[in-house]
């Protein structure tokens, strides 16, 4: 289900008309999923009042775009990401990899998969792929966790003692803006190997990351 009441509504950002067109033909197909549209830029995305759930963002557009920009822009119109990648450029996805995209798939994957990690992402859900684990572990850069600037911040102060109320109000969003942030912070945590079900895993995670400072003694 989409982020309202209905199906989910799956919108695709490409420079290949096939590519848009075969995406159709699986969201027409697949039960619980409708087709919103197809742009060729996330500038003409964005252009319309939101009408998808989650876009389908092809890694490498021939518009100059990054990938940082790109799924910032959509998540600022308040759609999910997911970044379609046919592995061509292995630094272009280790730079998605940073951003708040909720998973990385191959456009050649089965059809039955591109599907499922849909459905999972169209939900909010975080899509664990190979492709994810393989940025994580090649990118030298990546020694913690990959996490946005306000996850960070979120991570920080929810880990020092906070509630999920008083973290809200500290950084003038919602409770459940919060608790989104954290769920998907466990997420990757959990898709890198360092899970961290508890607020006291939160705490020792933050701390080893640098996210979360060391306390003084004395």
Same mark, same amino acid.
């Given at each position: 289900?989409?982020?309202?009441?209905?199906?989910?509504?799956?919108?695709?950002?490409?420079?290949?008309?096939?590519?848009?067109?075969?995406?159709?033909?699986?969201?027409?197909?697949?039960?619980?999923?409708?087709?919103?549209?197809?742009?060729?830029?996330?500038?003409?995305?964005?252009?319309?009042?939101?009408?998808?759930?989650?876009?389908?963002?092809?890694?490498?557009?021939?518009?100059?775009?990054?990938?940082?920009?790109? %799924?910032? !822009?959509?998540? @600022?119109? $308040?759609? =999910? *990401?997911?970044?379609?990648?046919? &592995?061509?450029?292995?630094?272009?996805?280790?730079?998605?990899?940073?951003?708040?995209?909720?998973?990385?798939?191959?456009?050649?994957?089965?059809?039955?998969?591109?599907?499922? %990690?849909? !459905?999972?992402? @169209?939900? $909010?859900? =975080? *899509?664990?792929?190979?492709?994810? &684990?393989?940025?994580?572990?090649?990118?030298?850069?990546?020694?913690?966790?990959?996490?946005?600037?306000?996850?960070?911040?979120?991570?920080?102060?929810?880990?020092?003692?906070?509630?999920?109320?008083?973290? @809200?109000?500290?950084?003038? *969003?919602?409770?459940?803006?919060?608790?989104?942030?954290?769920?998907?912070?466990?997420?990757?945590?959990?898709?890198?190997?360092?899970?961290?079900?508890?607020?006291?895993?939160?705490?020792?995670?933050?701390?080893?990351?640098?996210?979360?400072?060391?306390?003084?003694?004395?």
């Amino acid at each position: 289900m989409g982020q309202g009441a209905g199906p989910a509504r799956i919108a695709i950002v490409d420079d290949h008309e096939l590519v848009g067109l075969a995406v159709r033909s699986l969201v027409d197909a697949a039960a619980g999923l409708v087709f919103a549209r197809h742009e060729r830029s996330v500038a003409d995305m964005v252009a319309q009042p939101r009408d998808a759930d989650l876009v389908l963002l092809d890694l490498s557009l021939r518009d100059d775009t990054t990938p940082d920009r790109n %799924v910032g !822009t959509l998540r @600022a119109w $308040g759609a =999910h *990401v997911l970044v379609l990648t046919s &592995a061509e450029n292995p630094f272009l996805i280790r730079e998605a990899s940073r951003t708040e995209a909720l998973g990385i798939a191959r456009k050649s994957a089965p059809g039955d998969e591109l599907v499922a %990690v849909m !459905t999972a992402a @169209a939900a $909010g859900e =975080h *899509v664990p792929s190979t492709e994810w &684990a393989s940025a994580l572990d090649t990118d030298p850069t990546l020694h913690a966790a990959p996490l946005t600037r306000r996850e960070r911040e979120v991570l920080s102060l929810y880990a020092s003692g906070m509630g999920a109320r008083e973290v @809200a109000a500290a950084l003038f *969003v919602s409770e459940n803006t919060v608790n989104d942030h954290l769920r998907r912070i466990r997420s990757v945590y959990r898709l890198i190997g360092r899970p961290a079900t508890t607020k006291v895993d939160l705490y020792r995670r933050g701390i080893e990351d640098g996210f979360v400072p060391v306390p003084s003694r004395g």
